[in-house]
């Protein structure tokens, strides 16, 4: 049997489950997970319905089928599930840590400036970086190109590419979400998730 740290019933039950939605969510019947996992459909069919065993090794299997981990299928949820903000007054910013990847940084952040026009205030360091516009218009500078990008849309890109971001026609307000490459490149700037550009924008770098 898989050794438990809760209620065996409970995580029992919860793998169990979880292991039915991930083929569901695949499209997946019974017969091709089955064949996928070596295993017989009836044995899959009892390990499903709970009227057979969680054995490691055919858990290990049916991870490796459902393209997931043996850690992510038996894990369970933690009691702080909601994360409060830490607030950065200095720099208007709000942080949030990610649980599931101590290396990836979300930060809320209001705009008011565009971004720079001399392409030598841009930055580039590696990493990958995503955005949603919360409100408001942001332009997004990256390379010689220009986005612009509304309420409710998104944009992801490499930080590698020479970048900087702004406020158009207004004030906007943006969720940004940060590798953790691209969270270094902010923070060998000594600035955290934000760099000033020197007249209101940010160049994210």
Do not use: Y
Not at 85 to 110: E, T, Y
Not at 120 to 125: E, G, K, P, S
Not at 131 to 156: C, D, K, P, W, Y
């Amino acid at each position: 049997m898989l050794p438990m740290t809760q209620d065996n019933g409970d995580v029992d039950s919860l793998v169990r489950k979880r292991i039915r939605a991930l083929r569901v969510a695949q499209g997946w019947s019974l017969e091709e997970l089955a064949n996928r996992a070596k295993i017989s459909q009836s044995s899959l069919s009892r390990i499903e319905n709970g009227q057979r065993r969680l054995a490691l090794d055919q858990l290990v299997t049916l991870a490796r089928a459902l393209d997931t981990s043996l850690d992510q299928l038996v894990e369970t949820a933690s009691d702080d599930v909601v994360t409060s903000p830490m607030i950065d007054g200095a720099h208007g910013l709000m942080r949030w840590p990610v649980k599931g990847d101590p290396g990836v940084s979300v930060v809320r952040q209001r705009m008011t400036e565009p971004p720079p026009d001399n392409p030598a205030r841009m930055r580039a360091h590696p990493g990958h970086e995503w955005l949603v516009v919360l409100s408001g218009t942001a332009v997004l500078m990256l390379g010689h190109r220009r986005f612009r990008i509304e309420t409710n849309q998104a944009a992801e890109f490499p930080t590698m590419l020479p970048h900087a971001i702004g406020a158009e026609g207004g004030p906007c307000e943006i969720l940004g979400i940060f590798d953790r490459d691209a969270r270094r490149g902010h923070q060998r700037d000594g600035k955290g998730e934000r760099t000033g550009d020197g007249d209101g924008g940010v160049s994210c770098a």
